[in-house]
């Protein structure tokens, strides 16, 4: 992370409308190569659709929105190889396996067949590798919907609520694999969010109210979000 | 914007229609065959020319929204079509009266123009319910623009195959003594069908206007709940 | 982008294979439907124009009706949403979904035209027609696989998604029945059939080459956000 090197994440007046109302408004932030971003706010505050927007699934309305030095939605399909995205929804078919579901995306992005094992195997999920995901429970589906966002060895992560679901085992089999990137994550855990990250953005009614260094702040400035 | 002439246009519009019902009814010559019944020829013809024209249109402003993606042309596309709508159920009423009052029949299927504005009817029938179906106001312009233009290219293929299907022995049911129309029938043809156009694009400009209205005024509405304090 | 749409493909028809959602319910449906019209016409045998429309008609309305589960699942279980991160071709998902909806359809018709042929068609016509039964069948369902893919992803994201589909669907199609029926009617009949008019099948080629170009011109509008 060299001096003067440019940020993996750049946004100046991001603006959303959802209908008549504002989704999101007036949000800029930076997030340098490597450095991961926690996104506070209550429900509906918007970090949903600030994290679909980075992961060029939305187009912004107003601001300029740039990913690893391309513009949204212009030049999304530079970047979209290169972005991993974990929503809410563990974007999995039910009715297959989780080799065949990674095998799926593997292929989608390019990526060799051997990914999919290291990937498995790192996850926790090699025994149960051959079960419809159906059967699998929450926890293993959010561990899945996880190994899917970084199978395919992205720069950047974004995760939306990555905790939830998560038992502490899966939580540390899933570390090694989240390490190293550039990450957004939106968390509803003030004190753990600050730990994990180093840029804290808080938000309220889809407007910016703070954005600062997580060092800098306490978990209380956090809960006044929710107030 | 698109209140300015609209009063000019409305004038020239009753004026050009008032001129096309004194020569419907006083000049144009009875037809041998049909007899009076035939005049609902001049409603009927400009009306399935005019509806046609509409739709080609809204699909084109449909295209210029999808390259765009200004809602204005979305707009546009939306009152073209809708108009059409309107103008195609004329169609109908108009060539079933015909067919009644000059076969006996209240529909008949060897009559091209007729099948085909059904299945042109059924089909733009459904675009206010799918533009209703969609919620997002951005994606429900952009869905229907889609359909708007799929449509505009459904319509000449439709007629195609119609027309093909029709028995080809059997004589045009709805029509006029043959391509030659006597000169006077030609006149009252032609200022009909320009009244016809004068009174789309007078109601277009009208609902244009009127909608446009419409929209500022929630625009500055929208505007003036969010300039109240938000709670934090 | 072949090698998503091949990807895609693969992966539609595992599922059908596995979860079976939609070519059984067409199958069935089409089999009702034959018995519906041997009680609706009280007629034991159909031959030529009448055949030929009962079989249509049966197989046009299947299609519409199963054509909503194209894209369906994929709202359900965000599979649009996976598909839309990756760096694949847009193009890739139009092709695939339109792959594996003509590979549906073929199937259906497997079931569908034999079952036909014993229950409800005459004396019939002779081995070698067969053939030329299945060439306008595989015609048509080429335009019902592009113009059911574009519908249902018109469709997929709307409210009232099993009547849109089916209203906005059956419309479009009337052309492509038109001809299909014209083309199909004379060889229904006993015996020596009667040729097909060539100027039939031109109007199902142009009918699904221009939907074709309009599917792969508009599809990407209806996927993005």
């Known amino acids: 992370m060299g001096a003067g090197a440019p940020p993996a994440i750049e946004v100046a007046g991001l603006a959303r409308r959802h209908g008549e109302r504002r989704a999101l408004s007036g949000v800029s932030f930076a997030v340098p190569a490597g450095a991961t971003l926690a996104v506070f706010g209550a429900n509906g505050a918007g970090k949903s659709t600030l994290l679909r927007v980075l992961a060029s699934l939305l187009r912004p309305h107003a601001g300029t929105v740039r990913v690893l030095g391309e513009e949204l939605p212009r030049a999304a399909w530079k970047v979209r190889g290169r972005v991993g995205f974990a929503g809410h929804e563990p974007l999995l078919y039910r009715a297959l396996s989780p080799r065949e579901n990674l095998t799926y995306h593997a292929r989608l992005h390019s990526t060799g067949a051997e990914r999919v094992e290291a990937v498995l195997a790192e996850a926790g999920l090699r025994a149960r590798a051959e079960d419809p995901v159906r059967t699998l429970s929450r926890g293993m589906v959010q561990r899945l919907a996880v190994c899917r966002a970084v199978l395919h060895d992205p720069e950047i992560l974004l995760l939306d609520e990555p905790r939830a679901n998560l038992d502490p085992a899966g939580a540390a089999a899933l570390a090694p694999l989240l390490a190293g990137r550039t990450t957004v994550l939106t968390s509803h855990d003030p004190a753990r969010g600050l730990a994990g990250a180093d840029l804290a953005l808080g938000l309220a009614g889809g407007r910016q109210a703070f954005l600062a260094p997580a060092a800098e702040l306490s978990a209380s400035d956090v809960e006044r979000l929710y107030a | ?232 | 982008m072949r090698r998503a749409a091949a990807t895609i493909l693969r992966k539609d028809l595992r599922l059908e294979r596995r979860t079976g959602e939609t070519v059984p319910a067409m199958a069935l449906f089409t089999l009702t439907a034959f018995v519906l019209f041997h009680f609706g016409l009280q007629r034991g045998e159909l031959d030529g124009e009448l055949a030929a429309g009962v079989l249509l008609v049966t197989l046009l309305l299947a299609s519409v009706l199963g054509v909503t589960r194209l894209f369906a699942a994929e709202q359900e279980e965000g599979g649009l949403d996976a598909f839309l991160l990756s760096p694949a071709d847009r193009t890739a998902l139009l092709v695939a979904k339109a792959a594996a909806l003509f590979l549906f359809l073929a199937a259906l018709e497997l079931v569908a035209v034999p079952v036909f042929a014993v229950i409800l068609l005459g004396p019939g016509p002779s081995a070698g027609t067969w053939l030329e039964v299945a060439g306008i069948l595989a015609l048509l369902d080429l335009g019902l696989a592009v113009v059911g893919t574009l519908v249902s992803a018109l469709a997929a994201q709307t409210r009232a998604r099993e009547l849109i589909a089916p209203i906005v669907g059956l419309p479009l199609l009337v052309p492509a029945l038109i001809a299909a029926a014209h083309a199909l009617a004379p060889l229904l009949y006993a015996g020596a059939p009667g040729a097909v008019p060539g100027r039939w099948l031109a109007v199902l080629g142009l009918y699904d080459s221009v939907f074709a170009l309009l599917a792969y011109a508009l599809f990407d509008f209806l996927l993005e956000d």
């Open chain 2, 1 to 232: 914007m698109h209140g300015t002439r609209l009063r000019g246009l409305s004038i020239l519009t009753v004026l050009t229609i008032g001129t096309a019902l004194v020569l419907v009814f006083f000049y144009a010559p009875n037809e041998a065959d049909q007899g009076f019944v035939q005049k609902i020829f001049y409603l009927h013809v400009p009306l399935a020319i005019v509806a046609l024209g509409g739709f080609v249109f809204g699909g084109i402003q449909a295209i210029q929204h999808l390259r765009t993606r200004e809602t204005r042309y979305d707009l546009r596309s939306y009152v073209a079509i809708h108009l059409s709508l309107i103008l195609a159920v004329g169609v109908l009423l108009t060539g079933s009266i015909w067919a009644k009052a000059s076969w006996g029949h209240w529909w008949v299927w060897d009559e091209p123009t007729l099948v085909s504005f059904l299945i042109v009817f059924l089909l733009y029938a459904t675009y206010q319910p799918l533009r209703f179906a969609i919620e997002d106001p951005e994606r429900q312009a952009r869905y229907a623009s889609v359909f708007a233009v799929v449509a505009g290219a459904f319509v000449p293929l439709n007629f195609i195959a119609v027309r093909l299907a029709q028995n080809l022995v059997h004589p045009r049911v709805l029509g006029t003594t043959g391509g030659n129309m006597p000169g006077s029938m030609r006149l009252t043809f032609l200022i009909s069908l320009a009244g016809m156009v004068l009174l789309f694009a007078t109601l277009w400009k009208y609902e244009m206007a009127s909608k446009n209205a419409a929209m500022q005024l929630k625009k500055l509405r929208r505007r003036l709940l969010e300039r109240e304090p938000q709670p934090v």
